[in-house]
């Protein structure tokens, strides 16, 4: 079981940049493929980007192509996505996870607001 801890939402502007965090527990962190997910008011969680255990491999959601990028560094055991032009319908509550997901892992999320 993998503990996740997010951090770095906020409330920014349409058009403006953050960068979100997510720190594992484990010592084995690189070993896992990671995740990062949303889920907005009234709606199911989704995909929004991923990236292998190596950080070779990167895949996005086409919502969010050319506007994310999904990073890690495994010696600090972080996962990191770097979002910019963001838009109100990125307004989500975003989880990170292994992928496939641990049901266990699921933390609090970090609350990314993005006004018009």
């Known amino acids: 079981q993998v503990q996740l801890v997010e951090s770095g939402g906020g409330l920014v502007q349409a058009g403006g940049s953050l960068t979100l965090s997510c720190t594992a527990s484990?010592?084995?962190?690189?070993?896992?493929?990671m995740g990062w997910f949303r889920q907005a008011p009234g709606k199911d969680r989704e995909f929004v980007a991923g990236?292998?255990?190596?950080?070779?491999?990167?895949y996005y959601a086409s919502s969010v192509k050319d506007r994310f990028t999904i990073s890690r560094d495994n010696s600090r055991k972080t996962v990191f996505l770097k979002m910019t032009d963001l838009k109100p319908e990125d307004t989500a509550v975003y989880y990170c996870n292994t992928v496939p997901n641990s049901a266990n892992s699921w933390g609090q999320g970090t609350q990314v607001a993005v006004s018009s």
């Open positions: 990236i292998s255990w190596s950080g070779d491999g990167t």
């Open positions: 484990t010592s084995t962190f690189s070993r896992y493929n």
